[in-house]
Structure formats: C-alpha cells, structure tokens
T-cell receptor, first 116, second 116 residues
Framework: EAGVAQSPRYKIIEKRQSVAFWCNPI?????LYWYQQILGQGPKLLIQ????????DSQLPKDRFSAERLKGVDSTLKIQPAKLEDSAVYLC??????????????FGAGTRLSVL | AQTVTQSQPEMSVQEAETVTLSCTYD???????LFWYKQPPSRQMILVIR??????QNATENRFSVNFQKAAKSFSLKISDSQLGDTAMYFC?????????????FGKGITLSVRP
C-alpha cells in the first residue's frame, strides 16, 4: 500500500514570497490533515478535511494560509505571503475515518520550509 | 483543553538495554486514545503503539510496551532490547474521540539516542 505522498521535500523562499505544498493521501482515506511542526516542538494541527469539506481550521492563520482539497483526494496548502516564523516542517496525514473512531493517522515525510 | 507533557527533552540508552520514556496528559474526558509516534531523521511520523483508555490491559507491540495509569494520567513507553534503529524523536499524543473535529494533541517530544 502506498503511503502519504508529499512534495516538495524542501523549500527555501524569501519572506513575503508565496509557497505551496502538495499532499496525496493513502487511497480511500476520507480524512486529511495538515500539521505545522516548528523545530523542537510537536506537530500542531492547521486544518482537517473530511472528503473535500473543512472539519476544523481553527488554528489556521487565515490571513496568509489557505488550503483546499479538490475532489476529496489531493490537497494543497498555500502560504501567501510567508513570514520568518513560518519556517517549519509541514506534515500531511490521512486516516480512514473521523478521529473519534480512534483511527490511526498515517503521516507523509513532510516538507521542510525555510523562510529567509 | 487537553494537554500532553513530555518533561524529558532527551535520553540515551546502550544498545540491547531497556529504556522508558515518560508522558503525562490532562483531560476531563473518560474516553480517549493515546499514541506513541516515532519520528526518525527522515521526518516521517511512524505509529509505534496505541492505547484505548477504556482498556485496562497495557498495549504491547513486539519490543514496545506501555504502562498506562489512567488515574494518574500517565502513559509511558518502554523499549526493550534497544536497537540503533530506535534512535529518533518520540512523541506522545492524545485524542478525544468525541465529536468530528477532535484533534490529535502532541507533546513536545523526546530525543532518544541508542549508543552502540
């Protein structure tokens, strides 16, 4: 079974530039998550999709971050414009069902973003 | 709000020995799930073990086992016969399964180094 795919693996940009990350979840997984992991910390949930609808985006900085999941499969996360404090690893995860079923989240390898 | 605390920033163990990683959490809920995830330098989060709060029996997966103390809100991970490949960051995580937008809350992680 193929895992969660993310690209790119690394990205370096200057502040105020834009950047986009792509995620392809495990086939059949209805729920998709984007996490931000700042160095030395645990991942923090940014947004959660159920199929192509947003379930939770309470911690997404909506003035600069946006995300979409077209057709309930692939997802993109965009930052525009980027700030220095956005430097982090951005992890995508997917699961079969909603979290309240206690289902396991499977993670991709993440994108390391450096904002200079 | 739920919180997960990992108070040890790093630990070191000799190959083939046993090590225990500590985790405490805070919640007012009675039904929840606890996880230990491993994050090697490749950055991909890998599930090590899962515990359902309603189960009294401690979860075990090969060399990995937990000591789940519900009353004390403690969830430690024991790694037996440590191997070099166990070197990684380990994150304790909690999820409250009620509601569709329940979040997976991570601790800050602990860096485990296995010495040859």
């Amino acid at each position: 079974e193929a895992g969660v795919a993310q690209s790119p693996r690394y990205k370096i940009i200057e502040k105020r530039q834009s950047v986009a990350f792509w995620c392809n979840p495990i086939s059949g997984h209805a729920t998709l998550y984007w996490y931000q992991q700042i160095l030395g910390q645990g991942p923090k949930l940014l947004i959660q999709f159920q199929n192509n609808g947003v379930v939770d985006d309470s911690q997404l900085p909506k003035d600069r971050f946006s995300a979409e999941r077209l057709k309930g499969v692939d997802s993109t996360l965009k930052i525009q414009p980027a700030k220095l404090e956005d430097s982090a690893v951005y992890l995508c995860a997917s699961s079969w069902q909603l979290p309240f079923m206690g289902n396991i989240q499977y993670f991709g390898a993440g994108t390391r973003l450096s904002v200079l | 709000a739920q919180t997960v605390t990992q108070s040890q920033p790093e630990m070191s163990v000799q190959e083939a020995e046993t090590v225990t990683l500590s985790c405490t959490y805070d919640t007012s809920e009675n039904n929840y799930y606890l996880f230990w995830y491993k994050q090697p330098p490749s950055r991909q989060m890998i599930l090590v073990i899962r515990q359902e709060a309603y189960k009294q029996q401690n979860a075990t997966e090969n060399r990995f086992s937990v000591n789940f103390q519900k009353a004390a809100k403690s969830f430690s991970l024991k790694i037996s016969d440590s191997q070099l490949g166990d070197t990684a960051m380990y994150f304790c995580a909690f999820i409250n399964p009620t509601g569709a937008n329940s979040k997976l809350t991570f601790g800050k992680g602990i860096t485990l180094s296995v010495r040859p």
